[in-house]
Every structure is written in C-alpha cells, then in structure tokens.
C-alpha cells in the first residue's frame, strides 16, 4: 500500500500536496479573483451590446456550394449571424492550411445547434477560390455553409481571421462586432479547458512555477502527425483533420503556412 504524502510536500514539476483544509482555502482564495473575472466579462459583454453598429451592403453576391447567393441568404431567414473568416492560402494543399482557423471552426461548428435556437445564423466565409475551398470543405466533414468573399471589400472580405457579427432588418445589413486574435478563443472551449489543468497550454509565455516542464512556443499542439506528436513539420496536420477516418490528402503539405 502507499503511503500518502504528507502535506506541503512537493514533487518536483507537480503542485504541493497539502491537507484538505488548505486545499480548499487556498480555491477559495483563488475563487473570489474568478468571480470578479467574471463580473468584468459579464460588464464588458454589457458594453458590447451598447457598439453602435455601420450599415453594409446585404446585396453583396459571395459563393458557395449552390453558387452564387447575396450575402442577406446566410441569415437564412434569422435576424442575426455570425461570420468566421477562415484564412486561406491559394494554390496550397488541405494539410497546409491555417491550423488556427480550423481550431475555431471545427469548435464552432458543433455550436450551431445552439446559435439557431437563440435565432443567430452561422456561416464561414474565406478569401479562397470556390474551386479550392469546396473539396476542403467536403474533406474536413464541416456541416455549416462556408462561402468565398474572394474580391470583397469592406467587413466581408478584409483581414481573414476575426469572428464578426451582423444584424438584419428587413433587408438592411449592419456590422455590429468583430474580434481577432486571442479574442477569437472564446470560440474554442479547448483554451479554456487548458487553462484548468496545472499545465495549462504548455506554452512558453505562460506564467508558470519554477521546475514546471518547458514551455513550448505558442501554437505548438495545433498541428501533430499520425501519432499525436506536435510538429509543424511536413508530415503535420491542423489536429482536427486527423478525425477524419479514410480522409487523407494525396499531397504531403509543405508544413505550417502561417
């Protein structure tokens, strides 16, 4: 039988093992700093609600799958939608392309059910061509419509990465939110999760305790090879391609195109 360590020991890269007692003041503590976190998201989510919002044209024509459609189609008959802008990079293979953007959209993609029924639209839209981007599309088994904005302007067809939001009355268009970069991560439950675990991301701009593994650069688990294995290399793959059984592109890509 083994004999449970006594409390404020240590193991070297592991958090102390303490008394229940301690454990329980120590998440506490900790609780009231989440607590507050949260009430300042919930204050910054107040203000979100308050942008003011700029009036697009909803006549716009993107396409996809069934062709070509105006941009008012991908409310689909609901008052407000949300636009992923997945990046895209012309003339590479499937395995190279933005593994960030697939990590939001395959997370995304599995919130569908619940954005239609609170009345918002999903779609992902992408500066690719049709041509390229449809085969992707089929490939990764994605379920909500994706579209080309190739040769748009404004907050259609600008800076691939930021989720965005629309609102529609009638058939007027307004823009009324977007975020990019880390602020985009809110889409995917995966960061979140991480940030649980005493490890976190296991990335190297983290604040961690001394003797904690080493932190690798950012990104570093979002591409791996047929074993798991994180690599950007040229047997890498955004992670979430690996889940489709039978599915393997016929090209090596050359690696991480970011």
């Known amino acids: 039988m083994s004999t449970p360590k006594t409390a404020n020991a240590q193991t070297a890269g592991m958090p102390a093992v303490v008394d229940v007692a301690t454990w329980q003041g120590a998440r506490d503590e900790l609780m009231i700093r989440e ?10 989510s ?8 700029v009036e697009i044209d909803g ?16 409310f ?28 939001n959209t395959w997370h995304i993609q599995r919130s ?6 609170r009345g918002v639209s999903l779609a992902v839209a992408t500066s690719g061509p ?25 907050p259609l067809g600008d800076d691939m990465g930021p989720v965005a939001c629309f609102v529609r009355d009638g058939q007027r268009v307004f823009h009324t939110y977007a975020t990019v970069s880390r602020g985009t991560e809110v889409a995917s439950g995966v960061f979140a999760l991480l940030d649980m675990t005493p490890y976190g991301r ?17 990104c570093w688990f979002w591409r791996t090879d047929a074993d798991g294995v994180p690599t950007l290399g040229p047997t890498g793959r955004p992670v979430a391609q690996w889940t ?7 090209i090596d890509g050359p690696g991480d195109h970011q």
Request: negative net charge.
């Open 59 to 74: 006549t716009v024509e993107l396409v996809g799958a069934d062709g070509t459609v105006r941009f008012t189609d991908l």
């Open 76 to 103: 689909q008959g609901r008052d407000v939608l949300l636009v992923h802008k997945h990046m895209w990079y012309d003339g590479i293979p499937i395995e190279g392309q933005c593994m960030g953007c697939t990590i």
């Open 130 to 154: 049709w041509d390229e981007v449809g085969p992707f599309v089929e490939f990764m088994g994605y379920t909500e419509p994706w579209y080309s904005v190739r040769g748009l302007d404004g």
């Open 112 to 117: 569908a059910v619940y954005l239609r029924a």
């Open 244 to 250: 489709r059984p039978g599915a393997t592109p016929v």
């Open 202 to 218: 296991g990335e190297a701009w983290e604040n961690t305790p001394a003797g904690w593994p080493e932190g690798h650069d950012a």
């Open 46 to 53: 107040a203000a979100r609600r308050r942008l003011p919002m």
């Open 35 to 44: 607590k507050a976190h949260m009430r300042e998201g919930d204050a910054i």
